[in-house]
């Protein structure tokens, strides 16, 4: 287990390494001068030259990455030109909004998912294995943002139990927990309907075999014998899924935070775009990928905690 790990940790500092060069790339192929694009064109040439020396650009691209990362390393992200504040204080205050979100979303699909998927797999062929199939095929198809308003209408604006919008920040948690409920729920239910149908697949494959026909022969019902025997070795593509998914919830959900006013990491960058503070939307877009590759070095890690044999490769 120790060398798996050992490997899949070099793997992570690799691709951190390469991500950060990448990201740090792209500013560069901006069209025209950064420092420009970011002032507009009606900036004064003093300006644009003071901004340039903030940002660094007068000094060779590989010397601006070395210090650039070697910043990074010492948590330092630089300043925001747009809200005149240290970047590292921004994306915490909305990775609190939008790790929340994404955590509160993935349990909310995994606690539907699971019985479904088990449920579905042990009536395969049935009307309840149609129904859910129905059921999660329209779950799919369903755009979130507009099941979303549909949730407001009801809750929100008709049933008044839940807020329409907004964050109160953590300094009530009862208040910050309710207010992220309804986006959570737009957000777990189409990803609960895809994590269903894969445990479906994952676990009829299972029972061609033997260990489950030696079950079966003990006498185990079909039930007992997918949750009891089939369910561990099904949960290999499932975690594949879960991590994926993580990963969209903390990245992907700019649509929803823009329809319920909240201040996470995605409408952060959707504003730094609009305003054209490279420097944020650069050090946002890294975080943002800097946790998808940890997500997926934490399934890497599930994957040998499920499966012992993966241990040895």
Same mark, same amino acid.
């Given at each position: 287990m120790l060398r798996y790990s050992f490997r899949r940790i070099l793997s992570l500092g690799l691709s951190l390494l390469i991500a950060s060069a990448v990201i740090f790339s792209v500013v560069e192929l901006v069209p025209g001068d950064p420092a420009s694009f970011m002032l507009g064109t009606g900036a004064q040439p003093e300006t644009i030259a003071a901004l340039r020396e903030q940002m660094g650009l007068d000094q060779p691209l590989p010397l601006r990455y070395a210090s650039w990362l070697g910043a990074l390393l010492q948590g330092d992200f630089g300043q925001s030109f747009t809200y005149k504040a240290p970047i590292a204080e921004l994306l915490g @205050?909305?990775?609190?909004?939008?790790?929340?979100?994404?955590?509160? +979303? !993935?349990?909310?699909?995994? /606690?539907?998912? =699971?019985? #479904?998927?088990?449920?579905?797999?042990?009536?395969?062929?049935?009307?309840? @294995?149609?129904?859910?199939?129905?059921?999660?095929?329209?779950?799919? +198809? !369903?755009?979130?943002?507009? /099941?979303?308003? =549909?949730? #407001?209408?009801?809750?929100?604006?008709?049933?008044?139990?839940?807020?329409?919008?907004?964050?109160?920040?953590?300094?009530?948690?009862?208040?910050g927990l309710k207010a992220l409920i309804l986006p959570a729920v737009a957000l777990a239910l189409p990803q609960a309907a895809i994590l269903a149908r894969v445990l479906r697949s994952a676990l009829i494959e299972t029972q061609g075999q033997d260990y489950i026909r030696t079950a079966r022969a003990k006498g185990l019902t079909t039930g007992q014998v997918l949750r009891r025997h089939a369910l561990r070795n099904a949960l290999i593509p499932v975690l594949t899924i879960m991590g994926m998914q993580f990963s969209f919830l903390l990245a992907g959900a700019i649509i929803i935070e823009n329809v319920f006013y909240l201040p996470g990491l995605g409408r952060l960058i959707f504003q730094a775009i609009n305003q054209r503070d490279?420097?944020?939307?650069?050090?946002?877009?890294?975080?943002?990928?800097?946790?998808?590759?940890t997500v997926t070095f934490i399934v890497d890690l599930a994957y040998a905690l499920v499966d012992p044999r993966l241990r040895q490769r």
């Open positions: @205050d909305r990775l609190q909004v939008s790790l929340a979100l994404a955590i509160l +979303a !993935l349990c909310l699909a995994v /606690f539907i998912a =699971l019985p #479904v998927g088990i449920y579905a797999a042990a009536r395969r062929g049935r009307a309840g @294995d149609a129904a859910v199939m129905g059921g999660t095929q329209l779950g799919i +198809a !369903l755009p979130n943002f507009w /099941f979303a308003m =549909l949730l #407001v209408l009801l809750f929100a604006v008709k049933l008044q139990w839940l807020p329409a919008g907004g964050f109160p920040g953590w300094s009530d948690p009862l208040a490279l420097i944020l939307v650069q050090s946002a877009v890294l975080v943002l990928v800097a946790a998808v590759i």
